[in-house]
C-alpha cells in the first residue's frame, strides 16, 4: 500500500511561517484528493485542508482559512502545505493522506504517513 511521507515540521515562535511537504512514490497525486490532518496532543485528528484531484480546487476548515494555503506540483508528486501567521494552537503533528474527494472526514481518507511535527511558541 502505497504512503505519503510529510517533512517539513519545525518549532516555531507565534506569528511564523512554515512550508509543509508531502509526497509518495506509490500513488499519482493528481488524480487524487489530497488533505492535510492535524493531531494534537489528547485530542482527535483533524482535516484542516484538502486539494481535490483534477481541478485542484482548495479545501480549509474556518480556522486556518486565509493563513494556510494547499497547492500541488504534478511534476513532483508533491502536496504542499503553507502555513502563515501560526498560533500555538496550531501545534501538532501534521499528516497527509490521499481520497476520492474532500469529504472533510478522516476515515474517507488513506495511505498515512508518520506526520511531521509543529511547534508553534507563544
Known amino acids: 500500500q502505497s504512503q505519503f511521507v510529510e517533512s517539513g515540521g519545525d518549532s516555531v515562535q507565534f506569528g511564523g511561517s512554515l512550508t509543509l511537504s508531502c509526497t509518495t512514490s506509490?500513488?499519482?497525486?493528481?488524480?487524487?484528493?489530497i488533505g492535510w490532518f492535524r493531531q494534537a496532543p489528547g485530542k482527535e485528528r483533524e482535516g484542516v485542508a484538502c486539494?481535490?484531484?483534477?481541478?485542484?480546487?482548495?479545501n480549509y476548515v474556518p480556522s486556518v482559512k486565509g493563513r494556510f494555503t494547499i497547492s500541488r506540483d504534478n511534476a513532483k508528486n508533491t502536496v504542499y502545505l503553507q502555513m502563515n501567521s501560526l498560533t500555538p494552537e496550531d501545534t501538532a503533528v501534521y499528516y497527509c493522506?490521499?481520497?476520492?474527494?474532500?469529504?472533510?472526514?478522516?476515515?474517507?481518507?488513506?495511505?498515512w504517513g508518520q506526520g511531521t511535527q509543529v511547534t508553534v511558541s507563544s
Open positions: 493522506a490521499s481520497g476520492r474527494w474532500c469529504s472533510g472526514y478522516t476515515r474517507d481518507f488513506g495511505s
Open positions: 506509490g500513488l499519482n497525486v493528481e488524480h487524487h484528493a
Open positions: 486539494i481535490s484531484s483534477g481541478d485542484s480546487v482548495p
